[in-house]
């Protein structure tokens, strides 16, 4: 007849579980705060940049317009 296995010992994995377990959940949390506000700021600013780069174009075109009196 073979022996009873002892179950390990939860007094000392247990802090070290917590350990182990406890930056890989700060990590996915902090990728997914940076990560996830870039893909919420992202379009956003990119409509922003292309709508202050057209508006600059405008008025580039209605300056040299006038300039030159066109």
Known sequence: MSQPVEPPAFECDVPRAGVRWRW?????????????TPLLVFPFAWAAWVALVLWGTSRL???SATMWGA
């Open 24 to 36: 890989p959940v700060a990590v996915l949390r902090w990728l997914l705060v940076l990560g996830g």
């Open 61 to 63: 075109e209605g300056m």
